[in-house]
Structures are given as C-alpha cells and as structure tokens.
C-alpha cells in the first residue's frame, strides 16, 4: 500500500492507504498504531460531527473507569452455588493492561504529552451491602487475591475504615445493614476525550482529519479495494475517497455503515440501543468528600449495563462526581442519530433474529420499563443507596451516549443480545468495524491490534518486533508472568505519572482481609 494525491484514473477521487469512519477513541487508536507500524501509509480520517471525541468518547459520556476489572462486579459474576467465576475480569485486565503500556510508550516516543491531561490516580473500588453483598465480595476477594493482576487489592467490612476512606458514603448510613468493600489503590482514571484528540494529532501527521464530514456510501471494487463516497456537511460538496482498507469506528453509527458496504459478515449483526443518564454532582463540597470510583451490584433481574457508580472523575484537570447509569431508551443509535436509526437497520438478514430478542430478554425490557417510568425522587431514592444523605439539589441529571449493543444471529431465526464488543470484518481483510459497549474504549489497543491482525496478516508477523518495543507483554498473559507484570507496572506508572507500585507490595496470594476487629 503507498497512496499518492488523486487517482490517475479519475482526477476526482483522491487516493488513501488507509480510511479511517468516525473520530472516536477506536479510530484514534487504529490510526497511531500504523502510523507507527507503516509511517509511509497514508491515513484520512472522516467525522461527522466538529469535534473529535463527540459521541461515546466524550468524557461526559462515559464513566472514564479504566474498565480494568478491578471494580465492576457483572466481570465477576456469582454461580448457583456461591462460587465466583473471575475469567473475564483476568481478561479484561490483561486487555488494559496491553492499552496502558502503548500509552506509555507514546509518551515516551512524542505521539501523546502530559499525562495527568488523559489519565489520573483513583481507587477502584467494590460496594456490597447486606449479609448476601458482604459474603459475595469475600468470595470475590478470595478468588482474585491469589492473581497476580490482583494481588494489591485489600477486603474491608471494618465499619470505621469503610467511613474513613468514604466519608460522603458513610455519612448518614446505618451500619447495621453490614458493608464490605473491594479496595484497589492503584487504580485510573482515563479522559478518552482528551486522549482521543491527543492520539489524532499524531494520525493528522502525514494524514488528514476531516471534521463535518459524512460517509454516504462505501462501494467495494473489483481489486477488493474501496471507494468511500463522502459529503461535506457545511458546504455539501461531495467527494470520493479510493481506499485500500476501510476501518469503521463509528460508535452506533457503525452497523449501519457496515451494512451499506455489503460485506456478508455484518449481515449476521443487528443492534438494541440503549440511551442512558448520570447525575452530575454540582456541590464542589461533596466532590471534594469523594476520591474513588465505587461500583455496586445491579439489582436482581437487571443487565449488567445497569451496574451503579458513584464515580470521580478527572476532566481538563478539574475533579466531578458521577452517579448512575440511569437507563431509557431511544430508537437513535447515536446521540446526534435520527429517530429511524434501529427501523431502518432491520434487514432481512437480522429481523428474524432481533425480533427473538424480546421472549428471551425480559428482564431487560422490564429494568427499561421502570427506568422510564421513574422520577426525579426515585432517581434520588436509587443514589440514597451509595449517598444516604443526598438531596436532589446537589445533583443534575444529564444525558450520556447511546449504547448500541450486539445482537447476534445464532441460527436462522434466533439471535443473541451480547453486552460486550465485537470486530466485523471481510474476509478479505479489506474492511474491519467496532460494534458494541462496553469494555470498549479501555480496551481500545488490544481491539485495534486484533484488527490488525485479522486484516493484515501478512504484514503482521513483519510487525510483532515493533508491537513488542510498544507493548512489551506482547503475545504474553502478564497474569502468569509475575516478574514482566512487575517490571511494566512500574515502568507504566512511572510514564504516566501515576502512582508507583508499593514497595512492600504483596505476594500474589497473601491475605489483605481489613476485618472489623474481634469483640472480646
């Protein structure tokens, strides 16, 4: 691949190496990883809306967790006979491990600068309530204590430390009601706004990132190559774009996308969108009051998008606190999508499948359905649980992304709803997209390496020398290597400015239960 300016065919289509749809976190990514890989390669980036990050990548728009596992317990899900099952949190923590050591090495290499701007030290943190909470977060604590990607984490169901280390959460609770906590000290906050427009400044390098601008139409030739047909919102000039590779990281506008270019692998895709709402805290005393990120259990019935927070976070250096997520739903697969967004992805392909979704999802459809019918007291009745003493005056309701997630045909007629991520692409290799949530933007390196080698596979093993200056853990599971996790842990937090690995940090297994003490 080497792109040049037009096409000596047509004097009007310019030519590209690489097109990258939407200017989300995944593109970003994408683009710096073969900026880095392939410099020579030429990158043109087409967004939508006038900013970079607008969508799901906004700050506002998401939690900014870090998804590490470290906190959220649907990663850490309890089996019919008490066991806690902790593969997809190894998983997920391995997979933000990979994202935090490119981050690392761009810092180091020039392509991202001032870390405190994209990432910050937060305690990620358990909350469970009640004999059930309290015996659930033991068990989880017993299970990952003893994995070397969770060797620091601390147990606590001492009432005085719970107080201490979470004032605003402990003022006004009644400890009758026992609490417990999984505590991580180490743990991020991630701004993938901040950092999604840091990471395009280096794509711009060589290429060009085209704001106001829509992807109408993608049209495959016959060399396997593709022509991107593309509107210049303010000005409706359009233009064609002749790409070899075509990468679609448009958040929920991806489906519909990755529909019109005809590629038989997006037929077996359908999408359920999911809108959803946080309260900002407006009280600058309270904020102060609250450093953590602190996930709870979502109640009995519910999805795993349903999981509350009470979340700090860290924008443009400024601390704020986040409660939610409140769910309501919305036909649009955007934020800024049409009302005709979820009718007109139905297809004949995937209408059996999406229409199987409802008998078996109820619990879903019924935690919409009180969502919705919810107040501004219920909403405040639901923070009480984490914030006993809040009063709606201290908080405003504010509208976050739409989450379009999965839903996959498995068989002719039925179809799976998967809460998670999924890459799309041609047999071929020539075009590649993103559907999903969440993990999502935490894992955004491993996603993007993932598409790499699926659609580059001859360059791929060329590449593994220069992925592996990039990510030294490359091609190895940091959870059963103790002295390489070690070693880009520290090397990691150094970079980025984040909290140093303690020094009397312990021997994955041993016992870091703080147990209210003994009566005598």
């Known amino acids: 691949m080497a792109g040049d300016k037009n096409t000596h065919d047509n004097p009007d289509t310019t030519k590209t190496d690489v097109v990258l749809i939407g200017a989300g976190i995944m593109s970003a990514t994408l683009g710096a990883l073969i900026r880095q890989l392939q410099p020579d390669w030429s990158i043109s980036v087409f967004e939508r809306l006038d900013a970079a990050a607008a969508e799901s990548s906004d700050p506002w728009n998401n939690a900014g967790t870090g998804h590490s596992a470290l906190c959220e317990l649907n990663y850490t899900p309890q089996a019919a006979d008490g066991s806690v099952d902790i593969s997809k949190a190894i998983t997920i923590n391995e997979q933000f491990q990979v994202s935090r050591q490119f981050w690392a090495h761009a810092i180091e290499k020039g392509i991202l600068d001032t870390p405190s701007e994209f990432i910050n030290p937060i305690p990620h943190v358990s909350f469970c309530h009640g004999e059930d909470g309290v015996d659930y977060l033991r068990k989880r604590y017993d299970a990952l204590a003893s994995q070397t990607l969770f060797a620091d984490m601390e147990y606590i169901d001492d009432d005085a430390l719970f107080a201490k280390k979470l004032p605003l959460m402990s003022e006004g609770r009644d400890f009758a009601d026992p609490v417990a906590l999984n505590w991580y000290e180490n743990g991020t906050d991630v701004d993938f706004g901040a950092l999604t427009q840091k990471l395009l400044n280096s794509v711009a390098e060589g290429g060009s990132v085209n704001f106001g601008h829509a992807v109408t139409d993608l049209d495959k030739q016959s060399d396997g190559s593709w022509i991107v047909k593309v ?36 037929r077996q895709f359908g999408g359920f969108p999911v809108s959803g709402a946080f309260f900002r805290c407006t009280n600058p005393e309270l904020i102060d009051e609250h450093q953590a990120k602190v996930y709870g259990r979502a109640a009995v019935g519910a999805p795993p998008m349903s999981v509350p927070h009470l979340d700090t976070r860290v924008i443009n250096h400024k601390p704020g606190l986040l409660f939610g997520p409140y769910a309501g739903w919305s036909p649009k697969f955007l934020k800024e999508g049409s009302n005709l967004d979820l009718l007109t992805s139905i297809t004949p392909f995937n209408a059996f499948p999406i229409a199987s979704i409802a008998p078996k999802e109820f619990g879903l459809l019924k935690y919409l359905i009180s969502e919705l019918a919810a107040g501004p007291a219920d909403r405040v009745k639901t923070l009480q649980e984490f914030v006993p003493r809040a009063v709606g005056g201290d908080w405003e309701l504010i509208t976050a992304g739409q989450r379009v997630q999965v839903i996959r045909k498995k068989g002719p007629m039925n179809g799976a709803l998967e809460f998670g991520t999924a890459v799309v692409n041609s047999a071929d290799g020539t075009m590649a997209g993103l559907l999903g949530a969440s993990p999502g933007a935490s894992t955004a390196v491993p996603a993007m390496l993932d598409v790499l080698e699926r659609c580059f596979p001859r360059h791929f093993e060329s590449w593994k020398p220069a992925l592996t200056d990039m990510i030294p853990s490359f091609g190895q599971k940091l959870n059963t290597t103790p002295s390489l996790f070690r070693e880009v842990w520290d090397w990691t937090s150094k970079v980025l400015e984040l909290s140093s690995t303690p020094a009397e940090q312990p021997v994955a297994g041993t016992d870091r239960r703080v147990a209210a003490p003994t009566s005598v």
């Open 231 to 266: 509107v210049n919102l303010r000005t409706k000039r359009k233009q064609k774009i002749h790409a070899g590779f075509v990468f679609v990281g448009a958040g929920g506008g991806a489906l519909h996308l990755l529909q019109k270019s005809g590629i038989k692998e997006a």
